[in-house]
């Protein structure tokens, strides 16, 4: 679905994305729109965006687990935990402070969606 | 299934009289791993498996010492480079590089953290009395094992807040 979307308090799962050769996941009952800019997804976060490259798809569950202790030495974003997908390991976004990889550059921020 | 390796210890008593010695019967108490440059010798308590490198998948805005997150057993674990740990220079193109997975931090508070390495190489002893100028760091000092000097690593010291 490209453009705005079903009220997501009720909304289950997760959407999963990649982004900087990363992948991520975020609830999607926190995920407001989704709109294509150019090669890339632009996901509507309350009053935040964050940028895909690509969309893997939603799914239903994931196990979160902290993502607290040594992690947080070595890579200092916030995030709401890490998870598996098959055998993938992602990290689950705070949707309230998304890492810096995924924000849009402040030029970008203010632009209007080009739903695709 | 993934591929665990086994360490044998090295046949020979390779004793040097200060205390540390290469293991005969494979009753060491420490892991030496390849890393970099250096030699490490892990505590053999708290390493959980030695597998072939694991797959690791980057994680953007990382410090240079997290490799990335790959799957051990179905979680999520975080794999750091073990030479840049340690401060060693990088080695050429490792022939048989392997992740160490180890438990890290306190008793009551521990993790599985991957330690990327160049190769396991035995199993030794390495006897508190002859580690020398640790810091008390994660680096807990230096032994000598035969002709050999290795770095003693602390675990536990891994898992605190820096």
């Not at chain 1, 150019?38 to 509507?44: F, L, P």
């Not at chain 1, 890579?75 to 689950?92: K, M, N, R, S």
């Not at chain 2, 799957?71 to 990088?90: C, H, K, M, N, T």
Request: charged share 20%; glycine share 14%.
């Amino acid at each position: 679905m490209i453009g705005p979307l079903a009220a997501g308090a009720g909304r289950k799962g997760f959407l999963l994305l990649r982004r900087g050769g990363g992948l991520w996941g975020i609830a999607s009952s926190a995920v407001d729109s989704l709109s294509r800019r150019g090669g890339a997804y632009r996901i509507g976060v309350g009053e935040n965006a964050i940028l895909a490259d690509e969309i893997i798809g939603v799914v239903d569950d994931l196990l979160v687990r902290p993502s607290a202790g040594v992690l947080g030495r070595f890579w200092c974003e916030p995030a709401a935990g890490l998870a598996i997908h098959g055998e993938l390991p992602l990290v689950v976004l705070d949707p309230r402070h998304p890492p810096g990889v995924l924000r849009p550059a402040d030029d970008d921020s203010n632009e209007g969606d080009r739903s695709a | 299934m993934r591929d665990q390796l086994e360490i044998p210890a090295l046949s020979g008593n390779g004793g040097n009289g200060n205390g540390t010695r290469r293991t005969s019967r494979g009753m060491g108490n420490h892991l030496l791993v390849k890393a970099g440059e250096y030699v490490c010798a892990l505590p053999l308590v708290s390493v959980r498996r030695v597998l072939r490198s694991l797959t690791v998948h980057p994680l953007p805005g990382s410090s240079p010492e997290l490799k990335g997150l790959a799957e051990f057993a179905g979680e999520p674990l975080p794999v750091l480079d073990l030479a840049r740990l340690i401060g060693s220079p990088p080695s050429a193109t490792p022939a048989f590089p392997v992740t160490i997975v180890v438990w890290v931090g306190p008793a009551d508070a521990r993790e599985l953290v991957g330690l990327a390495a160049d190769s396991a190489l035995e199993v030794a002893d390495v006897s508190p009395g002859s580690i020398v100028a640790g810091d008390g760091g994660f680096i807990r000092g230096e032994a000598a094992i035969g002709q050999e000097v290795v770095r003693v690593l602390h675990l536990e010291a891994l898992g605190r807040e820096s």
